[in-house]
């Protein structure tokens, strides 16, 4: 099993910046990718961004691009979302999620792709 914890968000005002946290823990896979999605009320859960070491690549969701970073530190499991220029549309319950990737050359974009969840951590953006 794996665990992951989130940390960092909180209200911030439009145009603002957060920084959002996951720290991974237990069983550790060869190649992997982890990854942040968020769920606003009423609304599915959507990719916001991933990052996998082993593929070497980061993949952002349009809406994020420009404004959110992904980086990580592949040997301590860790990975954090910079997100600057903050906007009300981005209020919602962020994840951070990971995924064994077994033999996939493609880091996964939807949330059936992810193996581990953690509890999900609001980030609040007032207008």
């Known amino acids: 099993q794996v665990q992951l914890v989130e940390s960092g968000g909180g209200l911030v005002q439009a145009g603002g910046s957060l920084r959002l946290s996951c720290a991974a823990s237990?069983?550790?896979?060869?190649?992997?990718?982890m990854g942040w999605f968020r769920q606003a009320p009423g609304k599915e859960r959507e990719f916001v961004a991933a990052?996998?070491?082993?593929?070497?690549?980061?993949y952002f969701a349009d809406s994020v691009k420009g404004r959110f970073t992904i980086s990580g530190d592949s040997a301590k499991n860790t990975v954090d979302l910079q997100m600057n220029s903050l906007k009300p549309e981005d209020t919602a319950v962020y994840y951070c999620?990971?995924?064994?990737?077994?033999?996939?050359?493609?880091?996964?974009?939807?949330?059936?792709?992810?193996?581990?969840w953690g509890q999900g951590t609001q980030v609040t953006v007032s207008s």
């Open positions: 237990g069983r550790t896979f060869s190649r992997n990718a």
């Open positions: 990052i996998s070491w082993s593929i070497g690549s980061a």
């Open positions: 999620a990971a995924a064994n990737l077994f033999r996939l050359t493609t880091i996964p974009m939807v949330p059936t792709g992810y193996d581990y």
